[in-house]
């Protein structure tokens, strides 16, 4: 007795349970009776190509059971489209299904597929992401999913975009991933998604300069308030890196954070990290051997062989511990 078997409306079908290999499977999974109940119904009307509301309310109960089952994702998103389901609730049902299960692939998969055939973007949309990274500011999956967001509807220059980035990182300076889609956002529309390469020649001339500006006084300001935090320390060489220039002009700010003549005062094992770089820049090998050496002796020891490596790059020889 099921579900499906008992119910009138589902009398026309016959299911078709999975085969595990006959009789006396090898490893077969041991699925629930509803769900198996369910799956085999699905591949009944699968194989006639039904696409109607029994069916979509179908894969919803079994997405309820099993979230991650790509084949039933495609098949409602299918369904939804030949049906011309109202695609704004499917996406207030898909709020739900992503509440209660932060960490899927296939959720935010399936929101790209019925956002793609939304013209504009819904005004219900960003709110809905806000409350996803209240949960958790660097799910992956949801700043992916942000990531298309920006590029379908073109939203490179919007004001809100960048504020609600700031916002983010002035709750925590070190979520790197919010870091990240702000590189995005301020740069990734000069390149082509799919060669990974500048359009239309060099970068410099597709940023302006007002911008590059705006972005190393930005990320020093982040580096002033943490400076033991990795990720505006990256962003700073990401910004210097696409206005073309070498690590020098930032020296004098740099050196705030680690002097070599003050060993014991160093604020900053990534300022010593972009400094070893900025002297090896200027072919001072010895002081960028020397913060390279008070990286794997006191201010990063755990990963000593690495810069005891970064050291014989430079040609000089290893320090005794």
Same mark, same amino acid.
């Given at each position: 007795?099921?579900?499906? /078997?008992?119910?009138?409306?589902?009398?026309?079908?016959?299911?078709?349970?999975?085969?595990?290999?006959?009789? $006396?499977?090898?490893?077969?999974?041991?699925?629930?009776?509803?769900?198996?109940?369910?799956?085999?119904?699905?591949?009944?009307?699968?194989?006639?190509?039904?696409?109607?509301?029994?069916?979509?309310?179908?894969?919803?109960?079994?997405?309820?059971?099993?979230?991650?089952?790509?084949?039933?994702?495609?098949?409602?998103?299918?369904?939804? !489209?030949?049906?011309?389901?109202?695609?704004?609730?499917?996406?207030?049902?898909? $709020?739900?299904?992503?509440?209660?299960?932060?960490? $899927?692939? %296939?959720?935010?998969?399936?929101? %790209?597929?019925?956002?793609?055939?939304?013209?504009?973007?819904?005004?219900?949309?960003?709110?809905?992401?806000?409350?996803? !990274?209240?949960?958790?500011?660097? $799910?992956?999956?949801?700043?992916?999913?942000?990531?298309?967001?920006?590029?379908? !509807?073109?939203?490179?220059?919007?004001?809100?975009?960048?504020?609600?980035?700031?916002?983010?990182?002035? +709750?925590?300076?070190?979520?790197?991933?919010?870091?990240?889609?702000?590189? !995005?956002?301020?740069?990734?529309?000069?390149?082509?998604?799919?060669?990974?390469?500048?359009?239309?020649?060099?970068?410099?001339?597709?940023?302006?300069?007002?911008?590059?500006?705006?972005?190393?006084?930005?990320?020093?300001?982040?580096?002033?308030?943490?400076? %033991?935090? &990795? /990720?505006?320390?990256?962003?700073?060489?990401?910004?210097?890196?696409?206005?073309?220039?070498?690590?020098?002009?930032?020296?004098?700010?740099?050196?705030?954070?680690?002097?070599?003549?003050?060993?014991?005062?160093?604020? +900053?094992?990534?300022?010593?990290?972009?400094?070893?770089?900025?002297?090896?820049?200027?072919?001072?090998?010895?002081?960028?051997?020397?913060?390279?050496?008070?990286? &794997?002796?006191?201010?990063?020891?755990?990963?000593?062989?690495?810069?005891?490596?970064?050291?014989?790059?430079?040609?000089?020889?290893?320090?005794?511990?």
């Amino acid at each position: 007795m099921g579900k499906y /078997s008992d119910s009138a409306e589902w009398e026309d079908i016959i299911p078709i349970a999975q085969d595990d290999g006959g009789p $006396n499977p090898l490893a077969a999974i041991a699925y629930t009776e509803d769900y198996s109940e369910a799956m085999a119904y699905l591949r009944a009307v699968m194989a006639k190509e039904e696409k109607s509301d029994r069916v979509l309310g179908l894969t919803e109960q079994i997405i309820r059971m099993n979230p991650a089952h790509y084949t039933v994702w495609l098949y409602r998103a299918d369904i939804i !489209f030949s049906l011309q389901t109202d695609l704004l609730q499917e996406l207030e049902w898909l $709020n739900k299904v992503s509440l209660k299960h932060l960490k $899927n692939y %296939q959720i935010w998969h399936h929101r %790209q597929v019925i956002m793609s055939h939304i013209p504009t973007l819904p005004a219900t949309e960003t709110p809905f992401l806000a409350r996803m !990274f209240a949960l958790d500011a660097k $799910n992956y999956h949801v700043w992916s999913y942000r990531q298309w967001l920006v590029r379908h !509807f073109s939203l490179w220059d919007s004001a809100e975009e960048l504020a609600y980035v700031e916002s983010l990182l002035a +709750s925590d300076v070190r979520n790197n991933s919010a870091w990240n889609h702000r590189y !995005f956002i301020v740069f990734a529309r000069h390149t082509d998604p799919e060669k990974h390469s500048v359009i239309n020649g060099d970068a410099v001339s597709e940023v302006g300069a007002e911008v590059m500006e705006r972005e190393i006084e930005y990320t020093k300001a982040a580096i002033l308030t943490a400076p %033991q935090n &990795a /990720s505006p320390w990256n962003y700073l060489r990401g910004v210097l890196r696409k206005r073309g220039e070498g690590l020098a002009g930032m020296k004098g700010f740099a050196e705030q954070f680690a002097d070599l003549d003050r060993e014991d005062e160093v604020r +900053s094992s990534h300022a010593l990290d972009f400094l070893a770089d900025l002297y090896a820049e200027e072919l001072e090998k010895e002081r960028s051997g020397k913060a390279l050496d008070l990286l &794997a002796r006191r201010y990063d020891p755990i990963r000593k062989n690495y810069w005891d490596y970064r050291r014989s790059l430079l040609g000089l020889e290893q320090v005794g511990a």
